[in-house]
């Protein structure tokens, strides 16, 4: 079955720099859209980046600049390198997966996705 396994979260200072992980098993990693999203307390949750089967990315403005998707497909993770962190950044943040979803104009509503990670806590500070 599909699995998603999330890491590398924590609790920073702003300005400083987090890198996340999501360890994928269980499908073809290659054959499916990734995403990171993230959910602040009281919050929808949302997405953050994107990348399709054929390694597009996208991400949404609000971390455009600070954020960088990339994956090691050869051991099927993804990871986000989170640097400038702002206090607005705290949120649990989720890996997900799915068939298409990345290709949608609103890859970044969670209704989309069919698979998710537990998820990992990131505190900003002030």
């Known amino acids: 079955q599909v699995q998603l396994v999330e890491s590398g979260g924590g609790s920073v200072q702003a300005g400083g720099s987090l890198r996340l992980s999501c360890a994928a098993s269980?499908?073809?990693?290659?054959?499916?859209?990734m995403g990171w999203f993230r959910q602040a307390p009281g919050k929808e949750r949302e997405g953050v980046a994107t990348i399709d089967r054929d390694g597009r990315i996208r991400y949404a403005d609000s971390v455009q600049g600070r954020f960088t998707l990339s994956q090691d497909s050869a051991k099927n993770t993804m990871y986000l390198q989170m640097n400038n962190l702002k206090p607005e950044d705290t949120a649990m943040y989720y890996c997900a997966t799915d068939r298409d979803a990345c290709y949608s104009g609103s890859w970044r509503r969670k209704e989309y996705w069919r698979y998710w990670g537990q998820g990992t806590q990131v505190t900003v500070s002030s």
């Open positions: 269980g499908y073809s990693y290659n054959r499916y859209c």
